[in-house]
């Protein structure tokens, strides 16, 4: 593995070129970042995820958007570097804990394969303050919220990032480009926010739609499908175990009675790449 500048894989659709600082030195500047990830002129992904950055028995990860900016937590790039850690040997046990800006996360590796992978995500918060969004300490449920000319009934959530989520009878791509933005920079948002535009198909299945702040529209997220699960349980929308359905495919949630959030998805190996001399000279 060590003779690799990157490796690649995507979850759903959802892609992410891993860079392991123990065999890569590359400076992850902000325009790095965003020249490794251009579809045109770079690699082209989602994201990077930078490790393992390993202190001690804990292994770090690191999560960059494609614009630069540091994300605290991503579900499907969890699922994807744990793959990671399996496929280049950091791990050989079935179950771990990985530590993101988020908060740590527990990986269960249901298929010695790496390709499904379920990953205890955390407690949601609903709080204001922790999400953060502006105004009196509350729990952001079904609050009615203006994004340009419209109102809107959003609940509001942090599980280890921030989102926002709108349950619509309607929900498309067009609409989450067209709110994405507007959900993403609102002032009440002083660190961003994802977006989740959520249809509830049935008790166990829900749609969605989403914005991610730092990267745009995605055809599926990991943290996404908890908060929108999380957010439509809070409202009594659906049971506790549904099936998340997203343009890039399903992924699995189940929330416990004390309030853990567990995610299982799939996880797919694309490439492994070595950047050339003359890209290595365009970072900076």
């Known amino acids: ?25 590359i ?25 393992p950055i390993i202190s001690g028995d804990e292994i770090k990860l690191r999560i960059f958007n ?7 937590k991503s579900g499907n790039g969890i699922r994807i570097f744990s793959r990671y850690l399996l496929d ?25 394969s790496g390709e499904l992978i ?13 999400i953060p969004m502006l105004g009196d300490s509350r729990e952001v449920i ?32 067009a609409l989450a480009r067209k709110l994405g933005p507007l959900v993403e920079n609102h002032s009440d948002f002083p660190n961003k926010i994802n977006l989740q ?22 055809m599926a997220s990991g943290s996404s499908s908890c908060a929108a699960a999380s957010a439509a349980f809070r409202l009594g929308l659906i049971e506790n175990k549904v099936a998340v359905h997203m343009p890039g495919g399903i992924i699995n949630i189940e929330i416990t009675a004390d309030g853990f959030v567990y ?6 190996s694309v490439a492994r790449g070595v950047f050339t001399d003359h890209f290595l000279k365009q970072l900076q």
């Open 142 to 173: 079904d609050e009615e919220m203006k994004f340009g000319d419209e109102g809107y009934n959003v609940t509001c959530l942090s599980i280890g990032n921030p989102h926002c989520v709108i349950p619509a009878t309607d929900i498309s791509e």
């Open 263 to 268: 995610m299982t998805g799939t996880v797919d």
């Open 1 to 25: 593995m060590q003779n690799y500048s990157f490796h690649k894989y995507h979850a759903l659709g959802n892609d992410y070129i891993v860079m392991d600082p123990n065999h890569t030195q």
């Open 27 to 51: 400076e992850l500047t902000t325009e790095n970042i965003k020249l490794i990830c251009h579809r045109h002129y770079g690699a082209g992904s989602d994201g990077i995820l930078y490790g």
């Open 88 to 112: 280049a040997g950091y791990i050989t046990s079935d179950s771990f804990v990985l530590q993101t800006l988020g908060g740590q996360v527990v990986v269960e590796i249901l298929k010695t």
């Open 118 to 130: 379920k990953v205890n995500m955390g407690k949601v918060s609903f709080q204001s303050d922790v």
């Open 197 to 218: 535009l959520l249809k509830v198909m049935d008790r166990h299945n829900i749609q969605i739609e989403i914005w991610e702040r730092g990267a745009g529209y995605t």
């Open 66 to 72: 494609p614009d630069g900016s540091e994300a605290e």
